[in-house]
């Protein structure tokens, strides 16, 4: 087996090789051939036995042959193992020309080749059976330590190179008296395993017998009275002890009684041998001749050599020096470097995760061009990390194909740390208790749409804060209300979140989301009345300013000319260079859906509206086509009449106004209380911006015209004049200016129509807001009306015979709550309070209130960033990802506060458990 073998950590003491108790007397010849130490072992049969016996590291019994083989004798192998294993070793040593001068030691090489792969029994096509060779040096004066490289044998015809079963070469006879399983010196559990002989399974584990033999006999108490048979016959103690013939006594240790079926076993040979004696298979009761039983048996061969099977298998499970014992340090060896490995590649697919990167190229090896971001990452790390700098040495070795880098491994390694990303956040959930769901949908690249998952719920740890965690995309082939309704529900059970704590729920306005009948919402209120529905905040602002934009002709036709500059500028770049050479602000498209944000589309015409049409002006004068310069004089013109100047400053401040309400409620922290507060500000400011903002919007639009050398005029228009008829005396149309006209038919409409629709849209959330209003507004309420408004949160918070809270608790906690800092709190801040004070449990159903009202969601944003990290990870090139592996990424991607905390030992273990290796990582 060692010749031609690189070689480690071999002591060559006076021409004997010496390898952890194992010797070969045998010629031993070192040379150096390159970079590699070469040990040629030459049989000599001359040699003769060994001066001292050698002890066999399988059966711990001296071995009586001339060379010691690497697990057993020569001798003890014919006997121990199967005619067709030896047939194998044999032919395959026959057969071998590189061990022809070796003589039996190439049948040894041989015999081991094949067992090694013999011994290999996993199910799976895709095992790789590993053999390491056990090397200890013994101590030696001289320094002069040779280092042997541990072997390692991979044989597969796996169709993937990533699965990978650790199984070391250890010899376990099932034939032999004294053979032992892996693992079996120490790890051994025997609980299952009674004391009394006679429920011993008719087979014992190498486990259990190891147990055995460390737990030792069971002892018989002196006083034990024994139960007597008819005849009045029965077990004395003394027959555990054999008297001598000078009267000393020895006590008979292998002799054990069994209460179960009374009678007496040999607990040795029960352990170590397959006689037929009554001793062994169903205990001795014979109490007549009991006495000249036991004296006979003792001096049976086969008694003895059970003892002494008995008393080394002890001695070397005490000493730790069996086989098992240097393959569990190999194992442990060989575990520890696999850890180590998968930590480095578990951060490498977290860290590309994170930053939505494709892992895969064109090439799946390593060392080529276009091999992915994966295997790049490896390769780098590899240059400074030694660890994977050897793993990728091994990896190129030839025949191993175990690297764990190939696509197999990465979607396994992506799975593990989504479930367990999933399995903290689920922890937090059940810790809160109370939950809202937000969901969102929309289609994907490969047109399949997804509904997005964002469970909201109040963290404990370390002090009350609001959390949003996304749990991931669903699959929503219908798109209906029962379709979703049944898909969220569906998925919450799989998690193991009850639905019965589910307090909210927020969708955006869509009618199977909102409907009151079919809609989402109304199914999930008739499975948990508690489960309040509040509409999405920046959709319902998002729906103000479009219903506003639609009321007014004019409005209509302003949105048309800002998107109709962005268009011609866009269209060519020397047109967007001339922009850019006159403006410091460049022009953007807007969203169709998305009206607030279309204040970053006017504001260059806002702030620099000269330097845009001077900019219209040169893309005027050197184009050539006729269709350009026509719409580009046009748009000159529009932009600096007073009527779009007008109009820019209306909408400007109408737009940012809502903006900035919009872009407060889409934070993840925000609160039901605080977000109607903003809606009412909102609206009184859009309430004083109708008194003085058309004035206001009529001086700037002045100002901005005389900087752009125009006439700050509206064109009159013709009035019409009614047809008369004899004794009819109709008025013409009254006379009134273009300012007036413009103020009534665009400002005031505009204005009207968004704090309107700003009131009607808001009022389901703040009817849900108002059931919580107490516990915001109690110091400034007398005590009957807290009195009502605790009934109704009460009611509120109640369906049949379950209830959050009790009310009338409420009202005299409220009542003896402590001074409050401010005069007014938001729930968050008076929960901390409560927190800080460690005073919750004085207060238990104000606490409960609390958590339940900043659980409920305020928007739907947390969803719809989802929706930006789905477009970066499941691109065009990434079109064909499953599911799976898309929902694993975009947890990891979003999700980066619960990923700070990721343990990679948890994932390692999960990865470990699904693979179901019989060798654990």
């Given at each position: 087996?060692?010749?031609?073998?690189?070689?480690r950590?071999v002591n060559i003491?006076?021409?004997?090789?010496?390898?952890?108790?194992i010797?070969?007397?045998?010629?031993?010849?070192?040379?150096?051939?390159?970079?590699?130490?070469?040990?040629?072992?030459?049989f000599?049969a001359?040699?003769?036995?060994?001066?001292?016996?050698c002890?066999?590291?399988?059966?711990?019994?001296p071995?009586a042959?001339?060379?010691?083989c690497?697990?057993?004798?020569?001798?003890r192998?014919?006997?121990?193992?199967?005619?067709?294993v030896?047939?194998?070793g044999e032919?395959?040593?026959?057969?071998?020309?590189?061990?022809?001068?070796l003589g039996?030691?190439?049948a040894?090489?041989?015999?081991?080749s094949s067992?090694?792969?013999?011994?290999?029994?996993s199910s799976?096509?895709?095992?790789?059976?590993?053999?390491?060779?056990?090397?200890?040096?013994t101590?030696?004066?001289?320094?002069?330590?040779?280092?042997?490289t541990?072997s390692?044998v991979?044989?597969?015809?796996?169709?993937s190179a990533?699965?990978?079963?650790?199984?070391?070469s250890?010899?376990?006879?099932?034939?032999?008296?004294s053979?032992?399983?892996?693992?079996a010196?120490c790890?051994a559990?025997?609980?299952?395993?009674?004391?009394?002989?006679?429920?011993?399974p008719?087979?014992?584990?190498?486990?259990?017998?190891?147990?055995l033999?460390?737990?030792?006999?069971?002892?018989?108490?002196?006083?034990f009275?024994?139960?007597?048979?008819?005849?009045g016959r029965?077990?004395?103690?003394h027959?555990?002890?054999?008297?001598?013939?000078?009267g000393?006594?020895i006590?008979?240790?292998?002799?054990?009684?069994?209460?179960?079926?009374?009678?007496?076993?040999c607990?040795?040979?029960?352990?170590?041998?397959?006689?037929?004696?009554?001793?062994?298979?169903?205990?001795?009761r014979?109490?007549?001749?009991?006495?000249?039983?036991?004296?006979?048996?003792?001096?049976?061969?086969?008694?003895?050599?059970?003892?002494?099977?008995?008393?080394?298998?002890?001695?070397?499970l005490?000493k730790?020096?069996?086989i098992?014992?240097?393959q569990?340090?190999l194992?442990?060896?060989?575990?520890r470097?696999?850890?180590e490995?998968?930590?480095?590649?578990?951060?490498?697919?977290?860290?590309?995760?994170e930053?939505?990167?494709?892992?895969?190229?064109?090439e799946?090896?390593?060392m080529?061009p276009?091999n992915?971001n994966?295997?790049?990452?490896?390769?780098?790390?590899?240059k400074?990390?030694?660890?994977?700098?050897?793993?990728?040495?091994?990896?190129?070795?030839q025949?191993?194909h175990?690297?764990?880098?190939?696509k197999t491994?990465?979607?396994?390694?992506?799975?593990?740390?989504?479930?367990?990303l999933?399995k903290?956040?689920v922890?937090?959930?059940?810790?809160?208790?109370?939950f809202?769901?937000?969901?969102?949908?929309t289609?994907d690249?490969?047109?399949t749409?997804?509904m997005s998952?964002?469970?909201?719920?109040v963290?404990?740890?370390k002090?009350?804060?609001?959390?949003?965690?996304?749990l991931?995309?669903?699959?929503?082939?219908?798109s209906?209300?029962?379709?979703?309704?049944?898909?969220?529900?569906?998925?919450?059970?799989?998690?193991?979140?009850?639905f019965s704590?589910?307090r909210?729920?927020?969708?955006?306005?869509?009618a199977n989301?909102r409907?009151?009948?079919k809609?989402?919402?109304?199914?999930?209120?008739?499975k948990?009345?508690?489960?309040?529905?509040?509409?999405?905040?920046?959709?319902?602002?998002n729906?103000?300013?479009?219903?506003?934009a639609?009321e007014?002709?004019?409005?209509?036709?302003?949105?048309?000319?800002?998107?109709?500059?962005?268009?011609?500028?866009?269209?060519?770049?020397q047109r967007?260079?001339?922009?850019?050479?006159?403006?410091?602000?460049t022009?953007?498209s807007?969203?169709?859906?998305?009206?607030?944000?279309?204040?970053?589309?006017?504001?260059?015409?806002?702030?620099q509206p000269?330097k845009?049409?001077?900019?219209?002006l040169?893309?005027?004068?050197?184009t050539?086509?006729p269709?350009?310069?026509i719409e580009?004089?046009?748009l000159?013109e529009?932009?600096?009449?007073?009527?779009?100047?007008?109009?820019?400053?209306?909408?400007?401040?109408i737009?940012?106004?809502i903006?900035?309400?919009?872009?407060?409620?889409?934070?993840?922290?925000?609160?039901?209380?605080?977000?109607?507060?903003?809606?009412?500000q909102t609206?009184?400011?859009?309430?004083?911006?109708?008194?003085t903002?058309?004035?206001?919007?009529?001086?700037?639009?002045t100002?901005r015209?005389?900087e752009?050398?125009?006439?700050?005029?509206?064109?009159?228009?013709?009035?019409?004049?009614?047809?008369?008829?004899f004794?009819?005396?109709?008025?013409?149309?009254?006379?009134?200016?273009?300012?007036?006209?413009?103020?009534?038919?665009?400002?005031?409409v505009?204005?009207?129509?968004?704090?309107?629709?700003?009131?009607?849209?808001?009022s389901?959330?703040?009817?849900?807001?108002?059931?919580?209003?107490?516990?915001n507004?109690?110091?400034?309420?007398d005590?009957?009306?807290?009195?009502?408004?605790?009934?109704q949160?009460?009611?509120?918070?109640?369906?049949g015979?379950?209830?959050d809270?009790?009310?009338?608790?409420?009202?005299?906690?409220?009542?003896?709550?402590?001074?409050?800092?401010?005069d007014?709190?938001?729930?968050?801040?008076?929960?901390?309070?409560?927190h800080?004070?460690d005073i919750?449990?004085?207060?238990?159903?104000?606490?409960v209130?609390?958590?339940?009202s900043c659980?409920?969601?305020?928007?739907?944003a947390?969803?719809?960033?989802?929706?930006?990290?789905l477009?970066l990870?499941?691109?065009y090139?990434?079109?064909?990802?499953?599911q799976?592996?898309?929902?694993?990424l975009?947890?990891?991607?979003i999700?980066?506060?619960?990923?700070s905390?990721l343990?990679?030992d948890?994932?390692?273990?999960?990865?470990?458990?699904?693979?179901?290796?019989?060798a654990?990582?």
């Open positions: 087996w060692f010749c031609t073998r690189t070689i950590s003491l006076n021409g004997v090789l010496f390898l952890n108790k010797c070969l007397m045998c010629s031993v010849r070192v040379s150096v051939e390159g970079d590699r130490i070469v040990c040629t072992i030459k000599n001359s040699m003769g036995s060994p001066q001292k016996p002890v066999c590291v399988v059966c711990l019994s071995c042959c001339v060379c010691v690497v697990f057993c004798t020569l001798g192998l014919l006997k121990y193992f199967p005619k067709n030896l047939t194998a032919n395959a040593a026959a057969t071998s020309s590189s061990h022809d001068s039996p030691v190439s040894y090489i041989g015999l081991f067992l090694s792969v013999a011994s290999t029994t799976r096509a895709a095992d790789i059976t590993s053999s390491s060779s056990a090397v200890a040096s101590t030696s004066s001289r320094a002069a330590d040779i280092t042997l541990s390692a991979a044989s597969t015809t796996s169709s990533d699965d990978i079963t650790l199984t070391y250890a010899v376990a006879s099932t034939t032999s008296s053979a032992i399983t892996e693992g010196f790890s559990n025997v609980s299952a395993v009674s004391r009394d002989p006679a429920d011993w008719e087979v014992l584990s190498g486990k259990e017998r190891a147990g033999v460390i737990r030792g006999p069971s002892d018989l108490n002196p006083n009275k024994f139960p007597k048979r008819q005849d029965s077990f004395h103690f027959y555990k002890f054999r008297l001598l013939t000078n000393e006594k006590q008979r240790t292998w002799l054990v009684y069994s209460m179960k079926s009374d009678a007496v076993f607990w040795c040979c029960k352990l170590f041998s397959k006689g037929s004696s009554k001793l062994i298979t169903e205990g001795q014979d109490w007549t001749n009991i006495g000249a039983i036991l004296k006979q048996h003792e001096n049976s061969p086969a008694h003895i050599k059970s003892v002494v099977s008995w008393k080394e298998l002890e001695l070397g005490k730790g020096q069996t098992d014992h240097t569990l340090t194992t442990e060896a060989e575990k470097r696999w850890r490995v998968l930590i480095r590649l578990i951060a490498i697919i977290k860290s590309l995760a930053r939505n990167l494709a892992f895969r190229g064109s799946d090896k390593l080529v276009n992915g994966f295997l790049k990452e490896v390769e780098l790390m590899a400074f990390d030694p660890v994977l700098r050897e793993h990728i040495r091994l990896a190129d070795k025949g191993n175990t690297t764990y880098l190939g491994i990465q979607n396994e390694l992506i799975s593990c740390i989504g479930d367990q999933v903290t956040m922890a937090g959930i059940q810790e809160s208790k109370y809202s769901i937000i969901l969102d949908c289609p690249v490969s047109h749409e997804q998952v964002v469970a909201r719920t963290s404990l740890e002090g009350p804060e609001i959390k949003e965690y996304f991931g995309f669903l699959d929503a082939p219908d209906t209300g029962a379709g979703l309704s049944s898909l969220i529900l569906k998925r919450l059970e799989e998690l193991g979140i009850p704590n589910c909210g729920q927020s969708y955006d306005n869509g989301m409907g009151k009948n809609g989402v919402q109304a199914r999930l209120l008739e948990n009345p508690r489960a309040l529905y509040v509409p999405c905040g920046s959709h319902t602002l729906l103000v300013v479009a219903d506003a639609k007014s002709i004019v409005a209509i036709n302003f949105f048309g000319v800002v998107q109709k500059l962005f268009t011609l500028f866009a269209a060519a770049p967007w260079a001339i922009l850019k050479d006159h403006a410091d602000i022009l953007k807007w969203s169709d859906t998305r009206w607030e944000s279309r204040v970053k589309s006017i504001e260059p015409l806002q702030h000269e845009v049409r001077e900019a219209l040169q893309v005027r004068e050197n050539k086509d269709t350009v310069r580009a004089q046009s000159a529009e932009i600096g009449s007073f009527r779009f100047q007008i109009c820019l400053v209306v909408w400007y401040n737009l940012r106004k903006n900035v309400t919009s872009k407060l409620l889409q934070s993840a922290t925000m609160q039901l209380d605080v977000a109607v507060d903003l809606i009412h609206k009184a400011s859009l309430v004083s911006y109708r008194a903002g058309f004035n206001d919007a009529v001086k700037k639009a100002e015209c005389e752009m050398n125009v006439q700050a005029l509206l064109k009159e228009k013709r009035l019409r004049t009614m047809k008369r008829h004794s009819y005396e109709a008025a013409d149309e009254p006379e009134s200016s273009a300012l007036k006209k413009m103020e009534v038919s665009f400002f005031n505009v204005v009207d129509c968004a704090i309107q629709t700003l009131e009607d849209r808001f389901s959330m703040g009817k849900v807001r108002d059931n919580f209003g107490v516990l507004n109690f110091q400034n309420l005590t009957q009306t807290i009195r009502y408004q605790c009934e949160l009460g009611r509120t918070l109640s369906t015979n379950e209830s809270l009790d009310w009338k608790d409420l009202v005299m906690e409220l009542e003896s709550l402590p001074t409050l800092p401010k007014k709190m938001t729930a968050l801040e008076l929960l901390a309070f409560l800080d004070k919750c449990e004085l207060y238990p159903n104000l606490w209130a609390l958590r339940i659980t409920l969601p305020v928007t739907v947390s969803a719809e960033r989802s929706f930006s990290k477009k990870i499941k691109t090139l990434r079109s064909s990802m499953a799976e592996r898309l929902n694993a975009a947890i990891i991607s999700n980066h506060e619960v990923g905390q343990s990679y948890d994932v390692i273990n999960d990865f470990a458990s699904k693979k179901t290796r019989r654990r990582i």
